[in-house]
């Protein structure tokens, strides 16, 4: 079993940055590739990043550029840097994470998410 804590969120306003983290305990080995995903009111949810056991990183469309995702795979934890946002993108970002083993296939996780505001 997997538990996942994020935080980091809050107000910024238009044009700030903000970082996430996102903090995984118990079973964590094998844990493939962790993300994070953003829902906002009346919108689909939206894949903003993701990083893979080896590095490789998928960013959504309308973040490259801006924002950077990290993990340290040691210490069980990844972070999101988000740079010039925009107040369409207020949503809730919420950490997730596969995880692959061999008797199981795979499992996703999730965490509780964090609000993220911006707003003048």
């Known amino acids: 079993q997997v538990q ?6 809050g107000l910024v306003q238009p044009g700030g940055s ?5 903090a995984a305990s118990g ?7 962790m993300g994070w995903i953003r829902q906002a009111p009346g919108k689909q949810r939206e894949l903003v990043a993701l990083v893979m056991l080896d590095g490789t990183t998928n960013y959504g469309e309308f ?3 801006r924002f ?7 210490k069980n934890t990844e972070s999101l840097q988000m740079n010039s946002l925009k107040p369409e993108e207020t949503a809730i970002y919420c950490c997730n994470a596969k995880q692959y083993r061999n008797s ?6 999730w965490g509780q998410g964090t609000q993220v505001t911006v707003s003048s």
């Open 63 to 65: 973040v490259k550029g």
């Open 27 to 33: 079973s964590t080995s094998s844990l493939n590739a």
């Open 4 to 9: 996942l804590v994020e935080s980091g969120g």
């Open 18 to 22: 903000l970082r996430l983290s996102c």
């Open 68 to 74: 950077t995702i990290s993990r340290d795979n040691g």
């Open 104 to 109: 199981l296939g795979w499992t996703d996780y």
